[in-house]
């Protein structure tokens, strides 16, 4: 089973709203990832968590604001959003712990994505 | 330059025929090598990846990866509307803890019956 579920599918959100994305895996992984997406554009990596802990944010503006509760799932909170926030937001996982003496296998699995619209 | 490029495409061919798209990428440390489908709307759905130089082979799908050249390809073969998507490569360099991926700016393949 290589699923990451994601929700909402779809989310309509106002500028001055307060909204969460909600992202599960349950493959064991230790890293997760959110991502941003622009149309005819490649994902656009936003911030990693590895085993739990905030490993890499890609200056992102604080009005996104990611939290990892537990290693299935991670949340993005998100606060005062602008139009040019619009977007499809991909959240991934990885297997992120030395297997067996080997290195870290970053091979990421994506969820279907939620995609936002700021008004 | 970009690390990784990706032939811009768009690639148009005729059900059956045999597809071939290709990255090129600049950076050594690169060791796994993926292969993403994505259709209009939906997320990146891992095809294939491979681990250092070589082939590999799964269905119609075959994966190449040249790191002499830094180059990398994706080989459909017979190739079906379904196949309509946009096909991303990603490359990555071993990290001991979690570390980024490096995409192509994607391909986009029709497939007309």
């Known amino acids: 089973d290589t699923e990451v579920t994601q929700t909402p599918k779809h989310l309509v959100m106002g500028m001055t709203n307060k909204k969460s994305l909600k992202c599960e895996q349950h493959?064991?992984?230790?890293?997760m990832y959110w991502y941003k997406q622009k149309a005819k554009k490649p994902p656009e990596l936003m911030f990693v968590y590895s085993y739990e802990k905030l490993s890499i944010n890609e200056s992102v503006p604080s009005r996104f604001s990611p939290e990892c509760p537990n290693s299935s799932l991670l949340n993005l909170h998100l606060h005062a959003l602008q139009p040019e926030d619009s977007a499809l937001y991909l959240c991934?996982?990885?297997?992120?712990?030395?297997?067996?003496?080997?290195?870290?296998?970053?091979?990421?699995?994506f969820g279907a994505g939620t995609r936002l619209s700021v008004l | 330059q970009k690390e990784v490029e990706q032939d811009p495409g768009p690639l148009s061919v005729p059900e059956g025929a045999i597809v071939s798209l290709n990255c090129t990428y600049s950076?050594?440390?690169?060791?796994?090598f993926m292969w993403y489908r994505q259709y209009s709307r939906k997320g990146p759905e891992l095809l294939m990846y491979?681990?250092?130089?070589g082939n590999k082979e799964d269905g119609r799908f075959t994966a190449q990866v040249d790191k002499s050249s830094k180059y990398i390809s994706l080989f459909i073969r017979d190739s079906q509307p379904s196949d309509s998507a946009t096909y991303l490569c990603?490359?990555?360099?071993?990290?001991?803890?979690?570390?980024?991926?490096?995409f192509g700016d994607g391909t986009t393949l029709t497939v007309k019956p």
């Open positions: 990603a490359m990555s360099a071993i990290y001991t803890n979690a570390g980024k991926s490096t």
């Open positions: 493959m064991g992984h230790r890293a």
């Open positions: 491979t681990y250092s130089s």
């Open positions: 991934a996982s990885s297997q992120d712990r030395p297997d067996r003496g080997r290195l870290a296998k970053n091979i990421q699995y």
């Open positions: 950076n050594s440390a690169f060791q796994y």
